[in-house]
Nanobody
Framework: QVNLVESGGGLVQPGGSLRLSCAVSGVRVANRPISWFRQAPGKEREGVSSISRSAGSTYYSDSVKGRFTVSGDNGKNTVWLQMNDLKPEDTAIYYC?????????????????????WGQGTQVTVSS
């Protein structure tokens, strides 16, 4: 059984930081890409960042590049999303998800239909 469990969300002021965790069981983060998506009220789910430990690659959306950092630990089978300089427009439910390993993952990581397992999400609210 595959499970992804997000944690670390909360309420933070603009300019603040949060660190989200995605604890994975049933598959190895060493073998599968893990991505972060977010969905704000009334908006479509969007890809935020992705990490492929096997390829040694990370990817970011333009809206978070330079502010967010994705990392992972094969031994802990966990992926983190460090979010700095948070803005009100970052407010959303954040989900982690995993997909089968795919060549040229950089072309596909934002396509939510490629993911076969999702976490339940964690709320991030950026407000003063």
């Amino acid at each position: 059984q595959v499970n992804l469990v997000e944690s670390g969300g909360g309420l933070v002021q603009p300019g603040g930081s949060l660190r989200l965790s995605c604890a994975v069981s049933g598959v190895r983060v060493a073998n599968r890409p893990i991505s972060w998506f977010r969905q704000a009220p009334g908006k479509e789910r969007e890809g935020v960042s992705s990490i492929s430990r096997s390829a040694g690659s990370t990817y970011y959306s333009d809206s978070v590049k330079g502010r967010f950092t994705v990392s992972g630990d094969n031994g802990k089978n966990t992926v983190w999303l460090q979010m700095n300089d948070l803005k009100p427009e970052d407010t959303a439910i954040y989900y982690c998800a995993t997909a089968p390993r795919t060549a040229t993952w950089g072309y596909y990581w934002t396509d939510s239909s490629r993911y076969d397992y999702w976490g339940q999400g964690t709320q991030v609210t950026v407000s003063s």
